[in-house]
């Protein structure tokens, strides 16, 4: 890790810039495989599968047989944790479903909000180097709880053209009403336009590559809804002298084994900590099967040392990282003060991997500094709250001052007349 | 009005069809325009203010003076209106204000979320032909309730060099803290990069013309977030023979209006009826000071009817209007069939002026059939929900296993071992 020691303010911004996420230099390519699944639908993807992910299927729906083999081959004791972190993460997102309160504004004016689940949504699960079964259980859980009616799920097939076990079986458990083997930008396209076998949804969520991420950019354009802008993954601690060193050297690597473009954020109060953390680091690194991903992450890592509590929060503020530990004392009172970050671990015994997996907190949140303005997944972002409001002859007449003269002032006469009409209606 | 009669369900997609809104044939204009204001700043927005908007302004800021003139100009009866608007937005928009819940989701494992104001957020006023006050009161009442700190409002001037005083004073009641003489692209730009005068904000707000909307879609891709994808406004009736035909046909004639390329949808299971709306449209039209406006909008507007309310409830959640009026037997159960409107008005009196300006609930909506996947602005809008965990000792050693589990099968060693260096340290 880089050490920097107390950069003076000015410096803050140059010194958290993340490397720029550029897409705009793939949208000549995406938009081309994009139109291509438009225009050829099924037989497009089959080529492009063909072509990317270098097996020939004859289709990319599932068989009963397929399914029940995935049941059989996911091991018990993982079927168990699955299903254990999936109770956790019903609990928790089952407390963000809200009913309609209906709030009488002025008597006779009844204004409420409900709840209604997206008809429609897909979810992206990358492949590459990690199954992410446990982002099937992140969306499809709330989905589910949201009330979504179809829970499309689109995932690249591997050489021999299956999906890992896990990833099907978890999409079972968690009431995924579709699963297709399709991967990439031709499966952003399936799912924004839909094709003779992939239904169309209103929304996309999921990580995904450069490619996929621009896709997802690309299709928002054609009024497809999308969750939220995606970069690489990034955890920023801070800790004081009450951390653990291998603790938090622990948390940075399982940060950093996620990709070479990890973001790795270190502040502290205390520069004999991050002495100790560097040394933890390179002690941990060893044994780790992704050793080199983790290494080359670290190198581009900073450790910052500021000179109290109240300037590390202000530049995690200014940073906004995804992921947030609070490895210091006193961290609900710190935890109180950030205004910019994804999702905020408290203590030395809430490390990020608790939340990535099984707390119950959503592991989808936003990178790249957009914890400034986004939120993570939760139901909310599968529903959409429509407003009622139901006026009384009363309730009607109690506003109608009101609505004529603001409506009048912008110079809006038909707006200002349906009221009216039926103000005279009342009084004939 | 066009007059459908009974189509049958292949012909719904095309008949419901909006007109394409293309802002991608304006992307290199707008991009030009944007790259000036963030190279130029505060000198470019006077240069295209005086190009675009006639004026040359020696600075877009206000003096004291100005803004105690904006109160002095605003009749006291609109002031009254407008206050009493504000009062009926403030109490519903109130309600959406959650606070924390701690769901403790296995023993020791603790989560929560917490709801934090976007630091600072953009709200854009347009100007052209209504100076849109209303909507100051839409967007400023629920940032102001979201805790956000800075609230920033552009619009166009005048000739004159002015705004609307109406728009000052209900800037200046809500909580806006900086208000600027600035329109079109180049205010979208000022707020989403920032200058010497004007902050850069986190998120924008606000209606446009197709040039500003195209700007909110640019900058979105340098990761400042907007509120939602615009197009024109629309008004859905769905209308039996208990409705009132000069109810409705006010109501049609209220969002026809708006402009000439507004959407207007009576929905009906009564033919009878709709030939009496038609004949109240063209009288009420006569009387109207937007009549060519009002005329031609109605021109490319369609009446549907069709065999029972079934049907009426499966079209209308095709089409997904932004504003959604039910004057038929029982709206409340129909109302409930709906699965995709932005706003529901329900009955004879629930006119959508009244939700327009004054009855508490949001104008501003999802259009084109975005309420498909998109709600309303609310509170939500200008907040994130940041989660928060915290795991005692005990709540580790609960999840570990699982954590363990399911790491090691998505091959993530450092996220598993983050977690095993706990426990064995607490085993020691």
Known sequence: MNIIINPPKFAWPSLLQRPAFDTVSLQKTVREILNEVKENGDHAIIELTQQYDKVLLKDFEFDEVELMNAEADTPSALKKAIIQAAENIEKFHSSQITLPEIIETIPGVQCWRKSVGIEKVGIYIPGGSAPLFSTVLMLGIPAKLAGCKQIVLCSPPNVEGKLHPAIIYAAKLVGVTHIYKIGGVQAIAAMAYGTRTVPKVNKIFGPGNRYVTCAKQLVQEDGIAIDMPAGPSEVCVLADDSAHAYFVAADLLSQAEHGADSQVLLVSTSEVFVNKVNLELEKQLEALSRKDIAAKALQNSKAIIVEDIKDAIDII???????????????????????????????????????????????????????????????????KKITFQKLSKQGLLNIANTVELMAEAEGLDAHKNAITIRVNHLKK
């Open 317 to 383: 503020n200014e940073y906004a990282p995804e992921h947030l530990i609070l490895a210091c004392n006193d961290p609900m009172s710190v935890g109180n003060k950030i205004i910019n970050a994804g999702s905020i671990f408290l203590g030395n015994y809430s490390p990020e991997s608790a939340g990535d997996y099984a707390s119950g907190t959503n592991h989808t949140l936003p990178t790249n500094g957009s914890a400034k303005a986004y939120s993570g997944i939760s139901v909310d972002s599968f529903v």
